[in-house]
DNA sequence: TAACAAATGTTAGTCAATAACACTTGGAGG
DNA sequence: CCTCCAAGTGTTATTGACTAACATTTGTTA
């Protein structure tokens, strides 16, 4: 039994990258084109040059073919490591904005191109709440960790809460083209929490 | 032109009134027996002795069927009818808690019942949070009606919030089997957001 | 009671998703 | 280098949500 601590690196392993992010590409493609509902995953398929099973191998879902990778690893280390002594808003404040500024420096007219598919497109929204449901106790855990005497209800609102300006946050920025800047949106949302 | 305020109440109106009753009762029936994705809209239909297109002309979806009924238009007139010097985060908590305790009363088993199935569902899930989203956004332009000085960004943040508040309740509530009450521990949610 | 319209049924589709089975091809051991 | 296994893919068939077209039944209303 191999350790495998990092991905095969073998043709095999590059061949199916490639057709993975093939498929990603053109499903973007089209969907922006025209629109999520008028692309059958049949085309998907075809414009990437397999066939729908193949689509379905890589991606459980037409849905699943948008979503962004996984941040949430990297929002929880952070929200560990903010100073124990923190107020558990704050700590979630920072950690996201710190996660954000990274993954908004090098990405940014991609998310915002990704970020307007998605809310525009309800079967999308409703794929993304559903993640966020499981990310709000991931980060209700981590908050936990941090602080064990704290009220397990109050860090559960506050997760839910935290989450929910971040998507105001997104929304907004969404709506104002990205004209304006996406962290200070976020300050701005949670700021409007703490009153 | 008829006015028409009120429905009708033919023998016609009735029958169909009917109809739709008995479908949301069998699908309730059976997606509490065999579960929500193990029942088809076939069945439904079948148990309910109607054709699979009846279903569809009552309900746009396999979802819809379980849908509360819209209580957003007395929580919007709740909200409206704060005093408009309160706080808005309280303005919406004593509207949310006003509007909870008269379904509460009437209701409690059955909700109970209702909202364990939807958060134990993850395609109900999504359509409500699908769902409340345009919630969220009545309940903004309810509070900006109150207060047209205020920040918008701040009144979003505050309603979504709210609705997290009001989730978070809920799924304690449904954790703890209905043993604990709802209206204090959506108090307690919203204390939590309020620090 | 005749005529209209609302409600339902029948039938035939589309599309997402899954399953079963056959085929191609990279990779590991001899 | 060759062989064999398994990963990756293709083909085909099927289920189930949902839609469209058209026919049929059944209140309503004049």
């Known amino acids: ?19 993975r992010r093939t498929i990603q590409e053109q499903a973007l493609r089209l969907f922006l084109s025209k629109g999520y509902e008028n692309t059958t995953v049949e085309e998907i398929a075809a414009a990437a040059g397999v066939s729908h099973m193949t689509f379905f191998r890589h991606f459980p879902t037409k849905e699943a073919v948008v979503e962004t990778d996984d941040y949430d690893p990297m929002i929880i280390q952070l929200i560990e490591r903010r100073p124990p ?21 090098g990405d940014k007219d991609a998310l915002l ?25 991931l980060f209700a855990e981590a908050l936990a960790a941090r602080q064990p005497e704290a009220d397990a209800l109050r860090i559960r609102v506050l997760s839910a809460a935290a989450l929910a300006a971040l998507n105001t946050a997104l929304a907004l920025w ?19 929490l703490r009153d």
């Open 113 to 137: 191109v990704r970020t307007r598919l998605i809310l525009t497109t309800p079967a999308l929204r409703a794929r993304v709440w559903e993640n966020q449901y499981a990310t709000e106790r």
């Open 174 to 192: 969404v709506d104002s083209q990205g004209a304006e800047d996406l962290p200070p949106l976020v300050d701005r949302a949670f700021r409007a």
């Open 85 to 105: 002594d923190e107020d558990a808003l704050t700590a979630l404040h920072r950690a996201l904005i710190q996660g954000l500024e990274a993954v908004y420096a």
């Open 1 to 19: 039994m191999k350790p495998s601590p990092n991905p095969p690196t073998g043709l095999r392993a590059r061949k199916k990258a490639q057709v």
